[in-house]
């Protein structure tokens, strides 16, 4: 079974720029989160979708928003890049979004640097 | 505020030298506590969930506990595979989503020859 993947998977982008990632989760997992990866703050949530619709989402700027097709890919895209965007940004996916689904299994990440 | 703090933050061991890493989570309910392993330049792959205090699950060589307060992972004879920073998560009550994940920074393990 394919685990999620993760396009690209190295992106280097200039401050002021945008970015759009994409993540395609475990065949059958419905559920898509977002999660913000840097050595001084750790791993932090962003967002999660589930049929399409944002069920949650941390606390980052309006820059930062995604969104879920029919097919359960999602995509996540920063706006008006910053330095501080520079991140390994993960995607996780889950069977389904009652509490008995918790398990979420991660991708590789997309290496983001802003210059 | 749900806080999770991970010690050590490393950990040079012997092979085959026993240790245990902790979690202490503060949380305002707790619904799941997670243990991840990452290796450098990948995602975290799950490892275990725990969700109620005296439960205990194993895999191969490691061993986790949850008591009301925190976490511990065994390792028992680790290997230089088990090389890895070892993260900790909680799931809170608290939070919008049962998927909403609070980390610790993780203890990263080396295990030498």
């Known amino acids: 079974k394919a685990g999620v993947t993760q396009t690209p998977r190295y992106l280097i982008k200039t401050r002021g720029q945008q970015v759009t990632l994409s993540c395609s989760p475990i065949?059958?997992?419905?559920?898509v989160s977002w999660y913000q990866q840097t050595p001084g703050q750790g791993l932090q949530f962003l967002f999660e979708?589930?049929?399409?619709?944002q069920r949650n989402k941390g606390n980052f700027p309006g820059r930062f928003s995604g969104r879920q097709f029919s097919n359960s890919r999602s995509e996540m895209n920063v706006s008006t890049l910053e330095l501080g965007d520079s991140a390994l940004y993960l995607c996780?996916?889950?069977w389904g979004q009652g509490s008995s689904y918790n398990e979420q299994f991660f991708g590789p990440g997309t290496r983001l640097t802003v210059l | 505020e749900d806080q999770v703090t991970q010690s050590p933050e490393a950990l040079r061991l012997q092979e085959g030298e026993s240790s245990s890493l902790n979690c202490s989570y503060t949380?305002?309910?707790?619904?799941?506590l997670f243990w991840y392993r990452q290796d450098p330049g990948k995602g975290p792959e799950f490892l275990f969930t725990?969700?109620?205090a005296g439960e205990e699950k194993e895999k191969e060589r490691l061993k986790a506990t949850l008591t009301k307060k925190e976490s511990f992972l065994h390792i028992t004879a680790p290997k230089p595979e088990d090389s890895a920073t070892y993260l900790c998560?909680?799931?809170?009550?608290?939070?919008?989503?049962?998927?909403?994940?609070?980390f610790g920074s993780g203890t990263q393990l080396t295990v030498l020859p």
């Open positions: 996780a996916s889950s």
């Open positions: 725990l969700y109620s």
């Open positions: 998560a909680v799931q809170a009550a608290s939070s919008g989503s049962a998927r909403q994940l609070t």
């Open positions: 979708y589930f049929s399409e619709t």
């Open positions: 065949s059958g997992h419905r559920s």
């Open positions: 949380v305002s309910g707790l619904r799941g």
